[in-house]
């Protein structure tokens, strides 16, 4: 019906007429008739508003989002304090089933430079157009396969931006078809239709020009559009409010804590690394409507968070056999961060133990909290019955960061003091040593983001993690039963491929893609940052090219000699001081697909990174110097078979 009015209301006007539209805004963008969202994201959907940092907020109507097959509108309420789209939001538009030969492929992301390329990003103020890559969602059925851009690079904060196609052909042959609504602004033909008519300034004072200016004529293009990016201001602005609200609260000193459980390791035998493990509680600022999933962040009259209280929080410390065979000189604090819908446990990790005892560490864990194994029933259910909800996860996560701010706080003051940590009258812990982070797979993908946040952090390691999740989720085998219930709750893999995408703006400020420009350029009253990202090529579960978009943004360099080159990331001879990425690759592990499914799961790389002889000698001298040094001999390569099966 939708795409039957648009037609009728376009094709019933001549060139010429003295029109005037009728009727009030649909809700829907007219570019695309067959999908009220598309294309995704837009600026039909932001509205001029003073009092937010970019000067719009974002507007969807009540049935801009799509329809559950159990009949339930998704709200759109989650987003109406945002004031732009996430800098790395998919751009998704639909043709049918397009035929990507010409397009800029994640393997020649260098062509988006090339004056007949197809597709082209400009940033409307710089002039400049961005680097990105072109595929199609085969996630989805055939048929229902959407396209997507994929920016290589975060887009500037609060910058609007204008989407550009042409030269696109159907897979079954001949151009993709130009909607009516399209048509009519990009011909100049007026129509009686209000959403056509609303958009035609912008089109004529924006869109086209810019396109022009980035040598794309206005007669070759089959699809335009602009929208504007969230400003950093309103994308991190409460998460900033909640993390300088919890230093002020814990003080130096850290919250209350109490020692629940003393467990004692014998050192004496042969291949025991832990002399002693320490669990606790501790008292956080609650910023939660409620303690448990599903609960949101507060919000005062000013937009900002509001304490709620406190909450006893959860802690792991592990103590090595080597600080309390040789007391005297404490160690270094390293926090540990867990993976997908993991817990505190996996700081019990055989290879976790081996690492810390070698370099005298004294590691803490926490379960992060909105992705901990306490959300693990309730996210599922979230999904399948109502995923308008879905901005509970960011919020508790955001939540969680708070948290992992004050148990920093807490065994960095009090806790160091405490005899449970202490050896021969002497503390183990060296506070005097600055603090580091390190975390694996959805600990490096929140880790990101933390570490950004953090006073106390300079350097952290992000071993298989990358950003944003909404690249890295079709791509990986671990979202395979999720995308199942999306199967089970929307109709048209068109509908998932646009929730993904939307709330990718959501999830922005509780993982490192909100955090992209924050390591280059750190946030008020935050120190400057060093990160090493250590990720196996053919990784299953968080795609590489995930692990490449931060390291772009991060400004890492590619440590010489690499397994591959990558665009965007020069290669630099160790040893230097900054940022890396350290690719490995394994004989006997997966391809990656050219497409946005997983690799094969069978021969999973995943876990290998963090058991490697040489990145575990990697880290350490990273996370003790700041210096990046190689200990491959050439490229990192080598057999999975043994090392992490």
């Known amino acids: 019906m939708l795409l039957g009015a648009a037609v009728l209301s376009l094709v019933s006007c001549s060139r010429g007429e003295d029109l005037v539209p009728l009727g009030e805004p649909s809700g829907c963008d007219p570019l695309v008739p067959e999908r009220c969202a598309l294309p995704w994201p837009s600026g039909l959907f932001q509205e001029p508003d003073e009092a937010m ?5 974002l507007v969807l109507s009540d049935h801009t989002l799509p329809v559950t097959t159990d009949g339930i509108q998704l709200r759109p309420d989650a987003y109406a304090d945002k004031d732009g789209y996430s800098t790395l939001s998919p751009l998704l538009a639909w043709f049918g089933e397009v035929d990507l030969e010409g397009t800029i492929g994640h393997d020649a992301i260098e062509a988006y430079l090339e004056p007949g390329a197809k597709t082209v990003i400009v940033d409307v103020q710089t002039g400049e157009r961005v680097p990105h890559f072109v595929e199609l969602d085969m996630s989805a059925r055939e048929g229902e396969r959407v396209l997507i851009l994929r920016p ?25 078809p130009v909607s009516p609504a399209f048509a009519a602004l990009r011909d100049g033909h007026p129509t009686r239709d209000v959403d056509v008519e609303s958009r035609r300034d912008v089109f004529e ?5 810019a396109l ?6 206005r007669d070759q293009l089959q699809l335009a559009w602009q929208f504007t990016t969230i400003s950093r201001d309103n994308a991190l602005g409460r998460v900033l409010w909640l993390r300088d609200d919890v230093l002020a609260r814990v003080g130096s000193g850290g919250p209350p804590y109490t020692l629940t459980e003393v467990e004692e390791g014998d050192c004496s035998v042969e291949g025991e690394h832990i002399a002693r493990t320490v669990y606790g509680t501790f008292t956080s600022p609650l910023y939660t409507d409620v303690d448990e999933p599903g609960g949101v962040l507060t919000r005062g009259p000013d937009g900002m968070p509001v304490y709620n209280g406190d909450k006893e929080v959860d802690f792991m410390v592990r103590i090595p056999c080597s600080l309390v065979e040789e007391p005297g000189t404490g160690g270094r604090v390293i926090q540990y ?24 560490w004294v590691l803490i864990s926490q379960n992060w909290t909105g992705m901990s194994e306490l959300d693990a029933l309730y996210i599922p259910l979230m999904l399948a019955f109502d995923p308008s909800d879905f901005h509970t996860i960011p919020d508790r996560t955001q939540q969680g960061f708070s948290e992992w701010i004050a148990g920093l706080r807490m065994i960095l003051g009090d806790l160091a003091a405490d005899d449970a940590l202490a050896s021969g009258g002497s503390p183990v812990i060296d506070t005097a040593l600055e603090p580091v982070y390190y975390g694996n797979s959805q600990g490096a993908i929140l880790g990101g983001a933390y570490l950004a946040l953090s006073t106390d952090l300079r350097r952290g390691a992000l071993g298989v993690g990358g950003m944003p999740y909404s690249l890295l989720l079709p791509r990986s085998a671990d979202f395979e039963p999720f995308l199942e219930i999306f199967r089970s709750t929307f109709a048209d893999g068109r509908d998932i491929a646009l929730l993904i995408a939307a709330i990718q703006t959501l999830w922005d400020p509780g993982e490192s893609a909100g955090f992209a420009s924050a390591i280059l350029d750190p946030l008020p009253g935050t120190p400057s940052k060093q990160v090493l990202m250590q990720v196996a090529v053919g990784d299953a579960q968080v795609h590489t090219l995930g692990a490449h978009i931060a390291a772009r943004a991060f400004g890492a360099s590619s440590v010489s000699p690499g397994v591959r080159p990558i665009w965007g990331i020069a290669e630099q001879q160790a040893p230097f001081e900054g940022s890396a990425l350290v690719e490995w690759r394994y004989s006997d592990g997966p391809e990656e697909p050219h497409v946005n499914v997983p690799p094969d799961k069978a021969m999973d790389p995943h876990e290998c990174p963090r058991r490697e002889p040489a990145a575990q000698a990697q880290l350490t001298v990273f996370l003790e110097t700041g210096v990046v040094e190689q200990f491959c001999d050439g490229p990192c390569e080598g057999t999975r078979a043994g090392l992490c099966d």
């Open 53 to 57: 940092p970019s000067g719009l907020r």
């Open 152 to 176: 290589a690079v975060p887009l500037r904060h609060g910058a609007q931006h204008v989407v550009g196609i042409r030269g696109l052909s159907l897979a079954g042959g001949g151009p993709v």
């Open 337 to 360: 961060g867990h993976g997908l819908l993991g817990s505190l446990g996996e700081g019990r990790s055989g290879y976790l133990s081996e690492l810390i005892d070698a370099n005298r």
């Open 205 to 209: 004072s924006v869109v086209f020009p």
């Open 212 to 217: 022009a200016r980035a040598g794309v004529a």
